[in-house]
């Protein structure tokens, strides 16, 4: 098997830590964002979407780290996505939560266009209303993962025990970090945050993302 990658990409990361953790056997190519290789040949042809993670399993090629994380987790028969009906609906819904409602305006308008030249709107006034919109929404589902979610204290999304929900999950919450978000309004996600950050290999995973975060100490945010 072959995770095509970048160590930079928060998409990349939940995978790359169910991996880590969990000690498989795969193989990882990096595709260069930042050299622009994914708008290159041969990576257009192999995933015009023109974005990492794909992992590559004999003759199945996998998009959407949602997927990858859910095939890998029953190809290697983990706890971690329960056979259970109603538990992995439940994980499936947490999961379905994160990468639409929360995502589009976490990551897509409040913290990708203060980051990313290539997502930066084209005029002063696109990118100060794409920003502030994704603030005030960002704030609500922040609220909604805090309070529902998460709110009977629970250390994980979905009970007692990690699962793929809380490596997909924790990828995107933790991406706040680059706009130096404070948490500290929302208790039971920083908590919860913490559990996800506290995995051995959380690290070692995250060691690029530091450093970008860190090579941005300068600049200021606008964050939740
Ligand atoms: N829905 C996709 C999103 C993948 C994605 O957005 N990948 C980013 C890295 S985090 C990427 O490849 N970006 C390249 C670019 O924006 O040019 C998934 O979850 O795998």
């Known amino acids: ?15 790359r830590l169910l991996i880590a953790e969990k000690g498989l056997d795969v193989d990882e190519e990096v595709v260069d964002l930042f050299t622009g290789a994914h708008h290159q040949e041969p990576y257009v042809s192999f995933n015009p979407n023109r974005l990492v993670p794909v992992l590559e399993d004999g003759d199945l090629k996998l998009t959407e780290s949602s997927a990858i994380l859910k095939y890998l987790a029953d190809k290697f028969d983990m706890a971690e996505y329960p056979k259970d009906l109603k538990a992995r609906a439940k994980v499936n819904e947490i999961m379905d939560w994160f990468n639409s409602n929360f995502y589009r305006d976490w990551g897509y308008n409040l913290c990708y266009p203060q980051l990313f030249p290539h997502h930066v709107r084209p005029s002063e006034e696109g990118q100060r209303i794409a920003v502030e919109w994704g603030r005030d929404r960002s704030k609500f ?38 706009v130096r978000f404070d948490f500290s309004a929302y208790p039971n996600v920083a908590a919860w945050l913490a559990n996800v950050k506290a995995m051995p290999h959380w690290g070692e995973v995250s060691a690029a993302l530091d450093g970008f975060a860190a090579s941005l100490s300068d600049k200021d945010f606008v964050a939740a």
């Open 141 to 178: 589902w922040m609220q909604v993962l805090n309070d529902y979610w998460l709110g009977d204290g629970r250390p994980w999304l979905a009970g007692s025990s990690p699962t793929i929900a809380d490596y997909f999950a924790g990828s995107i919450v933790a991406l706040g970090d680059m």
């Open 1 to 15: 098997m072959k995770l095509h990658m970048h160590p930079a990409s928060i998409t990349s990361r939940p995978v």
